[in-house]
Structures are given as structure tokens and as C-alpha cells.
């Protein structure tokens, strides 16, 4: 199983959860500028969506898309600790959170890095979209240690990923939200958290 990276992408949730869940894997970085591979491969021939994360888990078979990825995992590796087996509610719980956290936390940031959108834009798009949804995840936590439960799940790992990227990478803190930032200082200090930055970042947080 190889899967395909890039520093800090949405990539980083698959790690952290390929180490949670102790499976044994490859990595291949890939510059998403040039799209070639640190091997020197054209990454549109393994997938022409041409962005990360994607898993090779064999010659036929190449997933994409983080949320699908994640739940493969989980799945294919009876990791029921991170996703409750077919019919536990539990289980949709947690695919609801993962899929809320794909399609409104991680496309709303995805949009806020563009270049091409004005400064002025972005302000609006933040302050009417991702921050009354920040808000939403912060009041969960409130009453929460984990989005679901009492477990540190799929969920968590992608969570944890896009929390990273507000202060890293869009220079908006995460003191205004209280339970988002005690939640993402907690969970930083995991070892499969602390080993996917150390393998990827190249260092610790």
C-alpha cells in the first residue's frame, strides 16, 4: 500500500490514521505544481485529478478523496475503533462528521487559499461561511472531548488536519474558539500525530 502526499495537504489525515491504526504503508511526496512524483512519475497516469491524497492499495486499485480514503481503512482493516461496523449509529455519526468536515471545513479553507480570489472576497466568504461553521464544531466540543463519543475516530484524525491548517497556512488563530483550540492542543501530543508531522513536516508541533 503507497500512499501519495503532499507536505501539510489533506494527505496528513490518512497518515495520522494509517499510523493509528499500525498499517504498513509507503509514502511518495508529490508536487502538485509540476505533478510529478518525488520518483519522477507523472501523477495524472495514477490519478487525473492530479491532487493528494491518493492510495495505491494494490496494481488495479487506487482510491482518492480523503473522506473515502479514511473509511476504506477503516473497513478493509476491521479498525471498528475508528468507524463502528454497519448498523451501529455510531458508525453514521461519525461518516456525517468526516463528510461535514470535507465538504464545509476543508473546501471552505481549500477556497480561502486560492491567489486568484481578492482579499477582499475571502474576508466575506470567511465571516459568512467557515466561521459560523467553526463556531458550529466549537459548540460540539463544548460538550464533547471527541466528535463522537468517547473515541478518537476518522473524524478526528481529519479534524485535527484542518484545524492545523487555519493558523499554518491561512493565519487565523484558534483562540477565538475556545474548545477548537483545547481540543487541537490536546490532540497534537498523539503519537500517531506527533509521528505523521515528524515523517512529513519534518518536524514536531
Known sequence: MKLYYSKGAASLAVRIMIHEMNLACTFESVDLKTKITETGGDFLNITPKGYVPALKVDDKIILTETAIILQYLADQHHATAFLSELGNVNRYRVLEWTNFISTEL?????????????????????????????????????????????????????????????????????????????????????ASIQTAFQEEIAEAI
Not at 124 to 138: A, Q, S
Not at 156 to 181: A, N, Q
Request: with cysteine; proline share 5%; hydrophobic share 40%.
Open 106 to 190: 476543508h473546501k471552505s479553507c481549500a477556497v480561502l487559499l486560492n491567489p486568484n480570489i481578492p482579499e477582499v472576497t475571502k474576508d466575506i466568504l470567511f465571516n459568512t461561511g467557515l466561521k459560523m461553521k467553526l463556531n458550529m464544531v466549537n459548540d460540539h466540543l463544548s460538550k464533547n472531548q471527541y466528535l463522537v463519543q468517547d473515541q478518537f475516530t476518522i473524524a478526528d484524525g481529519y479534524l485535527f488536519t484542518v484545524l492545523f491548517w487555519l493558523p499554518h497556512f491561512l493565519k487565523i488563530e484558534l483562540s477565538p474558539w475556545h474548545h477548537l483550540d483545547g481540543y487541537f492542543l490536546k490532540h497534537k501530543n498523539r
